[in-house]
C-alpha cells in the first residue's frame, strides 16, 4: 500500500546544530508539504513543493530549507536549531487532482531543541 | 488571501449530545473545503470534504456559500470522536496556490461519559 513516513519519529538536539528530518512517499504525488503543529497556533505551512526542483516558502520559513531532488523525498532542514524551532512537524503530500486536494499525512516527528 | 477560521479551541460535550465544530472561511473563488482529524496518538487523516456530500462516522458538513462556512455536526457525540478537528481550504484550480491548502488552527473535541 502506498504511504508517507517520517523519520525520525522523535529527535532531541541541541541550539546550533543542524538537523534533518525525512519525509517519504509512495504515492507517487507531486505536491509535498511541510507543517509544524503548535499549541495555539494549529498547522502552519512551514515550505511545499510542486515537483522535483521546485521548492516554495511558506508562512513559517525562516531557519528551515527543503529540497526535492526526486518525486519520492522531501527533506526538511534546520541549518541552525533553535528552541523556537521545539515542535511535531508534520509531511504530506496531495496529488492535486483537479486542483482538489486530499493531503496525506505522516505520522509526525516530535522534534526538541535543548 | 485565504483564511480558515475556527473560533473554539476547546469544545466539550458529554456523550450522546448533539455537536457543531464551527468553520468559517474567507476565500475569493470558489473552494474545497475539507475536515481533517487526529485521534490520539494517529495522524492526521481526511474526515470528509465539502464536495462528496457524504457522512462519515455519523459526521456530516454544509458549505454555506452566504455565510462562508462549513461547520462539523453530529447529532450524538460519541465518547470515541474526541480529538483534534482541523477545517481545510483548498483553492480553485490552477493559479498560484494551486494544491496549497489552509488548515485552521484546530478544535480540540472532548466528549464526556
Known amino acids: 500500500d502506498a504511504e508517507i513516513t517520517q523519520s525520525p519519529r522523535h529527535k532531541i538536539t541541541e541550539t546550533g546544530r543542524q538537523v534533518t528530518l525525512a519525509c517519504h512517499q509512495t504515492?507517487?504525488?507531486?505536491?509535498m508539504f511541510w507543517y509544524r503543529q503548535d499549541l495555539g497556533h494549529g498547522l502552519r505551512l512551514i515550505h511545499y513543493?510542486?515537483?522535483?526542483?521546485?521548492?516554495n516558502k511558506g508562512e513559517v520559513s525562516d531557519g528551515y530549507s527543503v529540497s526535492r531532488s526526486n518525486t519520492e523525498d522531501l527533506p526538511l532542514t534546520l541549518e541552525s536549531a533553535a528552541s523556537s524551532q521545539t515542535s511535531v512537524y508534520f509531511c504530506?503530500?496531495?496529488?492535486?487532482?483537479?486542483?482538489?486536494?486530499?493531503?496525506?499525512f505522516g505520522a509526525g516527528t516530535r522534534l526538541s531543541v535543548l | 488571501a485565504q483564511r480558515v477560521t475556527q473560533p473554539e479551541k476547546l469544545l466539550s460535550v458529554f456523550k450522546g449530545a448533539p455537536v457543531e465544530l464551527k468553520c468559517n472561511y474567507s476565500?475569493?473563488?470558489?473552494?474545497?473545503l475539507f475536515w481533517y482529524v487526529q485521534y490520539s496518538r494517529q495522524r492526521l487523516q481526511l474526515l470528509l470534504r465539502?464536495?462528496s456530500r457524504e457522512s462519515i462516522k455519523g459526521f456530516t458538513a454544509d458549505l454555506n456559500k452566504g455565510e462562508t462556512s462549513f461547520h462539523l455536526k453530529k447529532p450524538f457525540a460519541q465518547e470515541e470522536d474526541s480529538a483534534m478537528y482541523y477545517c481545510?481550504?483548498?483553492?480553485?484550480?490552477?493559479?498560484?496556490?494551486?494544491?496549497?491548502?489552509?488548515f485552521g488552527d484546530g478544535t480540540t473535541l472532548t466528549v464526556k461519559p
Open positions: 504530506a503530500s496531495s496529488e492535486s487532482k483537479g486542483g482538489r486536494d486530499i493531503q496525506y
Open positions: 504515492w507517487n504525488h507531486n505536491n
Open positions: 513543493s510542486y515537483g522535483v526542483q521546485d521548492t
Open positions: 476565500y475569493s473563488g470558489s473552494p474545497e
Open positions: 465539502h464536495i
Open positions: 481545510a481550504l483548498s483553492p480553485s484550480q490552477g493559479g498560484t496556490n494551486a494544491g496549497k491548502s489552509t
